[in-house]
């Protein structure tokens, strides 16, 4: 065997990828001076596309298999320029491998709400995100659109572009479906594959697909969830003179409970809290036995709603007490007509003794002990 024949055996190139990433999308292959040996193997697996560059034009596309680089199976090449010395010189060229597989559980969302008009709740603002998957189709022309000479192009590059263009697709579509708020979280399979579809003339020109676009959650402003959480609440409770029953019941076992109000407050919040229940009770409904013929019997108007009042002495306040706690404070000394007093809705303090609700409480003398 000649020199040169063991020379021509030691430089045949090997040219493949191996790609141990999970988000490379474009690797080129590197060759000192791009110098390709005429006869090189190149091996392009399962999942790859190789598309090989001469001299700066897009010569042709490599699908899966194991090829010999030669002239007789790159007619392309055959027509960019002559090969001379028995075509079997070295040739610059380059070649990128671009990433055909899936890439998978890519996140979108919407940065800033998203203005529609819903049916229900008149112009109101949503929000979305969800996840996606995009792969390359067309090889040559992602090269050509995207990548250009970037020797190692990876998902993160593009992934903010897709992004953009779902969140306005997403736009688009939510807002002319007409499908209202509460009705869209049992349409969004239908509205990812709606929005997909409108994307997918969009990334046709970039040369990319996407097979699946899924959209995990649509949400509304805290405000709107608030107020759709109370409106859920009274659903619950019926209609709305039973829910406000219901939380007016609630408000006085509270305030029954509480007990800075002094016992009086307290014992009056409890009896009319009794009688707005007992006159419940005695009225047919889910609270009340059912008589055979209801009666129609007015209920007793609500219980007056009890002052509570707070005093002034040597620049500090105390209270609240009710009206007969202060009873009790004028009988053993403890509120003279000359104290200070305060109740809400009163203009400023003034003197028990100026309050006519209160200056009875030191004009009443008991009455004369018996056999006097």
């Known amino acids: 065997m000649g020199i040169f024949d063991f020379l021509s055996g030691e430089f045949i190139d090997v040219i493949h990828w191996v790609d141990d990433t999970r988000d490379t999308m474009v ?3 590197e060759r000192e001076g791009h110098e390709i040996k005429y006869g090189a193997k190149l091996t392009v697996r399962e999942g790859q596309a190789a598309v090989f560059v001469h001299e700066g034009q897009l ?14 199976n790159m007619p392309v090449l055959t027509t960019i320029q002559h090969w001379d010395h028995g075509f079997k010189s070295p040739f610059k060229s380059e070649i990128y491998f ?7 559980d890519l996140k979108w969302g919407t940065k800033n709400p998203i203005m529609l008009r819903d049916p229900e709740f ?7 995100y969800g996840s996606y998957s995009v792969r390359v189709t067309d090889p040559a022309r992602f090269l050509v659109e995207i990548v250009g000479t970037d020797g190692e192009f990876t998902m993160d590059e593009i992934s903010f572009q897709i992004r953009n263009i779902i969140v306005q697709e997403f736009s688009r579509v939510i807002a002319s479906s007409g499908i209202p708020v509460l009705d869209m979280a049992a349409n969004t399979a239908d509205l990812g594959k709606l929005v997909a579809a409108e994307i997918s003339g969009t990334l046709e020109g970039y040369g990319l697909s996407m097979p699946e676009l899924y959209i995990e959650n649509i949400s509304l402003p805290p405000a709107v969830e608030e107020a759709l959480d109370k409106r859920t609440s ?13 939380s007016a019941a609630e408000a006085m076992t509270a305030a029954a409970k509480n007990p800075s109000g002094g016992g009086g407050m307290g014992a009056g919040l409890g009896m009319g809290m009794g009688m707005a229940m007992a006159g419940q009770m005695a009225q047919p409904g889910p609270w009340g036995a059912r008589s055979a013929e209801p009666a129609a019997v007015t209920p007793p108007p ?13 620049g500090q306040t105390k209270g609240p007490f009710s009206k007969a706690a202060l009873g009790r404070m004028a009988t053993e000394g403890g509120l ?6 305060w109740t809400p809705g009163q203009d400023g303090w003034m003197k028990a003794e100026d309050v006519a609700e209160l200056a009875q409480l030191f004009t009443i003398l008991p009455p004369p002990p018996p056999g006097a």
């Open 59 to 72: 010569a042709d596309v490599f699908t899966p298999g194991l090829y010999m680089l030669e002239t007789n």
């Open 234 to 246: 009274m659903g619950l409770a019926g209609d709305l003179g039973k829910f406000t029953q219901y």
């Open 336 to 341: 003279t007509r000359e104290t200070y007093v």
């Open 98 to 104: 671009v990433n055909t597989t899936r890439f998978n």
């Open 122 to 128: 008149g112009p109101t603002r949503i929000r979305a």
């Open 302 to 314: 609500p219980p007056p709603v009890e002052h509570v009042w707070h005093t002034a002495e040597n």
């Open 27 to 29: 690797w080129r292959f």
